[in-house]
């Protein structure tokens, strides 16, 4: 079969096709975000929304491919993934960066820290904030933003009305030595478990309670097996928002910036539905009557504080006496009581 002869005109116009196919079809950036809850969290919801700003303000240049409720990494792996580039993004409670070795994150688990929402924001949004970032600069982290789930309220199968209630108790934490001092303190036996084995383990008698904001409580339908919920407010989950290090500072420096701006946003959205979806959950927990509900005294409130207050002295050489003193520095600026 005989090739046509190409005039120097068509050969131009072959090779200037040839040169910008490549161009027009490169491969989108990916991001792979890992995360151990449901996409109908605060925080999947805030993952969703960061997906849709990225790509749609890099027109398709950054692909952000979401993983939910534990399907790729699991609690105790997900980090050291990010850290071997097996995966790029992660939203991990600041309690997953005391086994890392940074153990200043743990003064986030501490009881009563913050006595509201207006100081843990100027927290993570100031100069503490930013210097916890700064330490997982080392470790191949880069910080992008804090998100958060809210406070916590306690659950199990037996009333908790006061600190003395508490003992005897297998509680479900996550790996923090604040929170395995936490609950000695109150005499109850702290359980290291993974979010996604929590279920379980309440429906099994493997623990007898746990920890966490309403709205982990309903979207895992942990209410549909613990009989008691207290509204202790004692403590708060929170997550960073981190990426690889090397992948991040890898990428163009536009399209960095327009990574940034999206995160805002998603941050901002995330702290609005966290604050709506705790309060329908503790609603919804109300309504479906299988969890008595139960709202402690001023002086109950006081009798908690004052049971767990050691704690914050028992954990200063290890998370940092001076970070402590900063936390209630902005709780005592805030018009707030220090919890010490």
């Not at 609005?272 to 008595?292: S, V």
Request: aromatic share 8%.
């Amino acid at each position: 079969m005989r090739i046509p002869f190409l005039g120097p005109l068509a050969c131009a116009l072959a090779l200037a096709t040839a040169l910008a196919t490549p161009a027009a079809a490169q491969a989108p950036i990916v991001i792979k975000f890992s995360h151990v809850t449901t996409t109908d969290t605060p925080k999947g919801q805030g993952a969703e929304r960061f997906k849709q700003l990225a790509e749609a303000r890099t027109n398709g240049a950054v692909k952000v491919e979401i993983y939910p409720n534990s399907t790729l990494y699991k609690d105790k792996e997900e980090v050291e993934m990010l850290q071997l580039g097996a995966v790029q993004m992660l939203a991990p409670s600041t309690s997953k960066f005391g086994p890392l070795g940074v153990k200043e994150y743990e003064a986030f688990d501490l009881p009563y820290i913050f006595p509201n929402e207006q100081v843990l924001r100027r927290v993570q949004d100031g100069p503490i904030g930013q210097g916890l970032f700064n330490k997982l600069e080392s470790k191949g982290i880069t910080g992008l933003g804090y998100w958060d789930n809210g406070f916590k309220i306690l659950t199990s199968n037996k009333p908790m009305h006061a600190p003395e209630d508490m003992r005897g108790l297998k509680f479900r934490i996550q790996s923090s030595k604040v929170l395995e001092a936490q609950f000695k303190q109150l005499g109850a036996l702290p359980q290291v478990l993974a979010f996604s084995e929590l279920y379980q383990a309440l429906q099994t008698g493997v623990v007898d309670g746990q920890e966490n904001p309403p709205s982990n409580v309903t979207t895992q339908k942990l209410n549909e097996v613990q009989k008691h919920a207290t509204l202790t407010h004692h403590g708060y989950v929170g997550y960073a928002v981190i990426v690889n290090k090397g992948f991040w500072d890898g990428l163009p420096a536009g399209i960095r910036t327009t990574l940034e701006g999206a995160m805002t946003e998603a941050t901002a959205y995330e702290h609005e539905i966290a604050d709506k979806q705790n309060a329908q959950a503790l609603a919804d927990i109300r309504a479906t009557g299988k969890t008595a509900v139960y709202t402690p005294t001023e002086a109950e409130n006081a009798a908690w504080r004052k049971a767990l207050a050691p704690v914050q002295r028992e954990m200063a050489s290890r998370v940092g006496k001076d970070l402590i003193a900063a936390l209630n520095k902005e709780a005592g600026a805030a018009g707030a009581a220090p919890n010490n």
